[in-house]
């Protein structure tokens, strides 16, 4: 496969609203076993909040200078001259909907697959660009039914991220919504049986959490929800009266755990785990309603930086009663000896790492297989 990639080097670009991820795998042989993937840069960037709101660019120039440091082509990291990118488009004006069509996998065509979203997608067609993914099952038999990933974006905001890239000497081969990227990082990390039990992925950023359901190894559908980073950082502020690092240093010590020294700290925070809690509740008898299977939710699998927290997943798994991973998105590749800083355990790197996967193979291919 790797062999087929014309991208020498392509990479993934994680754009959210208050930091920018870069990561680039190569595939290499490993005598006796292969090919495995390596890592061979992973960086970060951190972005000031109002240079991107809501996933549209407010600041371009400002970001473009961070694009450009986090490239090394200002500043004094190396520079990365490869072009070629596979980036994230921002979730807020993004679309997904795994479709059910009864049309064997290779005789479908685009227009079946517009007709059919136009049944489902809630927006005019015309304002968005379509991307799917067939998916083919491995076990070899003929197949009269197909299920497609399907993603819609916006096309003003795609231009504008497109126009955006360019202007750093990028050129984009795909931009990717939210819940595939992740999926693919999660995914590649499970077996094949693991994989095909119904699962809730959760990625709580520093602005927003994900939840996304994924069974028979596609992603169903996903929701925003408000849990985030910022969100808990801003109730210690008030709460505690600590200006932002203070706050931001009490969370990451402190977490959900109870502090004698600051009782209020819990107690601020716990509506807001609480509601949270319903949330999660709620799309899971969402999908366990509707999924016609009966099936019930086996795991919940916590990424993005929030999935840190300390005494998350042990609150989550009390209430919910549901068993809980937290995601170690890089563990199964090889580290370059240059990347001694990079922690392949670090969940806020999940989307950034599933984007870098679909840049290592053929990031043009339509197709993907479960
Ligand atoms: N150990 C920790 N405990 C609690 N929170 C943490 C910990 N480590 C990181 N975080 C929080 O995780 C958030 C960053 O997560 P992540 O890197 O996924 O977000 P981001 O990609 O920068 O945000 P966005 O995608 O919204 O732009 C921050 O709010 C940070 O405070
Ligand atoms: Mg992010």
């Not at 015309?126 to 197909?146: F, K, M, P, T």
């Not at 497609?148 to 003003?156: E, M, N, R, T, Y």
């Not at 001694?340 to 840049?359: C, M, T, Y």
Request: proline residues 5%.
């Amino acid at each position: 496969m790797f062999l087929t990639n014309p991208f020498a080097g392509a990479f993934g670009l994680d754009i959210g609203e208050r930091s920018i991820k870069l990561v680039q795998l190569s595939r290499q042989r490993v005598l006796g076993h292969g090919t495995a993937l390596k890592a061979e840069l992973a960086r970060s960037i951190a972005l000031p909040s109002g240079y991107i709101v809501n996933g549209e660019v407010e600041q371009p120039e400002m970001v473009r200078q961070k694009l450009l440091t986090l490239l090394g082509k200002i500043g004094s990291l190396k520079p990365l001259r490869v072009p070629w990118v596979v980036a994230l488009l921002p979730e807020q004006k993004t679309f997904l909907k795994t479709l059910e069509l009864d049309i064997p996998p290779g005789e479908i065509t685009a227009e079946d697959i517009t007709f059919n979203a136009k049944k489902h997608l809630p927006f005019e067609l015309e304002e968005y660009y379509l991307d799917w993914q067939i998916v083919h099952s491995e076990n070899g038999r003929a197949e009269r039914r197909s299920r497609v990933i399907v993603g819609a974006s916006a096309k003003v905001l795609a231009d504008a991220y497109t126009y955006l890239l360019e202007s750093v000497g990028l050129s984009p081969l795909a931009f990717e919504i939210e819940a595939c990227a992740l999926v693919r990082a999660l995914a590649a990390l499970e077996t094949e049986s693991e994989a095909q039990v119904p699962q809730l992925f959760i990625d709580i950023s520093a602005t927003r959490s994900s939840l996304i359901i994924y069974a028979a190894g596609v992603p169903e559908f996903s929701v925003s929800a408000n849990f985030s980073g910022e969100l808990l950082t801003a109730i210690l502020m008030r709460e505690l009266k600590f200006d932002y690092a203070a706050a931001e240093n009490y969370k990451i010590k402190s977490g959900l755990s109870y502090d004698k020294k600051y009782p209020r700290a819990f107690q601020a925070l716990l509506p807001t785990v609480t509601d949270f809690i319903a949330e999660i509740k709620k799309t899971c008898s969402f999908y366990e309603d509707h999924s016609g299977n009966g099936e019930k939710i086996k795991q919940l699998v916590l990424s993005g930086g929030g999935a840190n927290l300390l005494q998350l997943a042990e609150t989550l798994e009390r209430e919910l009663k549901i068993p809980i991973a937290t995601a170690a998105p890089g563990s199964g590749l090889l580290r370059a000896k240059k990347l001694s800083d990079f922690d392949p355990n670090d969940p806020g790197f999940s989307v950034a790492i599933g984007l870098a996967r679909r840049a290592v193979e053929n990031p043009l291919a339509t197709t993907t297989r479960v």
